[in-house]
């Protein structure tokens, strides 16, 4: 019975991973490129993110950002790799052009660089299972920061998708993935749903398919224009592993704290 819990029960596989620990060894930074950097100002003005955020508080503001993209470019987890450079204005007009969605990874990328362009420090997160070298699906979500609340939160664009605890405080990969361990209340927005057609639960989204895909997370170093260039030229990745999951190395670490470190 433990063995098939093993391969099927993705939420007793999570809960049974080892926990996260301090690491002292001098870590490379993340870095997050300027909102005064050129091609962000393009992308500020191309999209007008100043109309779609809005005039109220930076948490509408970054809710409504998510929102815009989720309705202007469907999610599509069988398309293939766009022909285009890897930044939002191009991946956009393709998509109009040829009437097309992104799958989550691209989708995170236009997300990534309209928070940058506003200001809000942001990463794209890919969240992978402990199979991660047999399994295919992952999923890829935004980790942006807000100040408002000193902390980072969760934006899923392919889903329309948010998650917070019991009180309505919005929560960060890092806390979902602890709750969800130690079985406390999260609470997933009511609107979050797939292309506007499949309602999202809670026991759907969070407790089957994130919880498969957040046992191992990775973040580029640098956030920026083009993170993930089609050339494969980007930053290297950092990757946040349970305790001995993965042998230790520069751009491998057990410490969620220096993951999720303030900009």
């Known amino acids: 019975m433990e063995k098939v819990r093993e391969v099927g029960d993705y939420l007793y596989v999570l809960k049974k991973s080892p926990a996260y620990r301090e ?8 870095t997050y490129q300027s909102a005064m950097d050129g091609n962000l100002v393009r992308v ?16 509408s ?3 409504n950002l998510m929102y815009w993209l989720h309705d202007a470019i469907r999610h599509d987890g069988g398309s293939g790799r766009p022909d285009c450079a890897r930044n939002s204005i191009a991946m956009y007009e393709l ?25 809000f420090p942001s990463r794209f ?7 991660y070298d ?47 361990i130690k079985g406390l209340p999260l609470v997933l927005n009511e609107d979050a749903n797939w292309n506007h057609k499949t309602k999202q639960t ?14 191992m997370l990775d973040a580029h ?30 751009y491998a670490t057990y410490d969620d704290r220096y993951f999720r470190q303030a900009p």
């Open 202 to 215: 809670k026991e759907g989204y969070l407790e089957n398919y994130m919880a498969k895909n957040l046992y």
């Open 221 to 250: 170093l640098e956030s920026r224009f083009e993170t993930e260039p089609a050339d494969g030229s980007g930053s290297r990745q950092i990757y946040l592993v349970p305790e001995g999951f993965w042998s230790l190395s520069e």
């Open 95 to 119: 998509c109009k052009r040829e009437g097309r969605g992104l799958n989550f990874r691209f989708l995170a990328q236009v997300l990534n660089e309209m928070y940058l362009a506003m200001g």
């Open 23 to 30: 690491d002292a060894r001098p870590m490379p930074e993340f």
């Open 134 to 180: 047999t399994d295919t699906d992952c999923h890829v979500i935004n980790m942006v920061w807000s100040r408002q609340l000193g902390k980072w939160i969760w934006m899923d664009a392919s889903f329309a998708a948010y998650v917070t605890d019991e009180n309505g405080l919005l929560l960060h990969p890092g806390e979902v993935r602890e709750r969800l």
């Open 44 to 59: 500020r003005r191309y999209f007008n993110l100043d109309s779609i955020a809005g005039g109220g508080d930076e948490i």
């Open 125 to 131: 997160v890919t969240c992978q299972s402990k199979a």
């Open 61 to 63: 503001q970054i809710k």
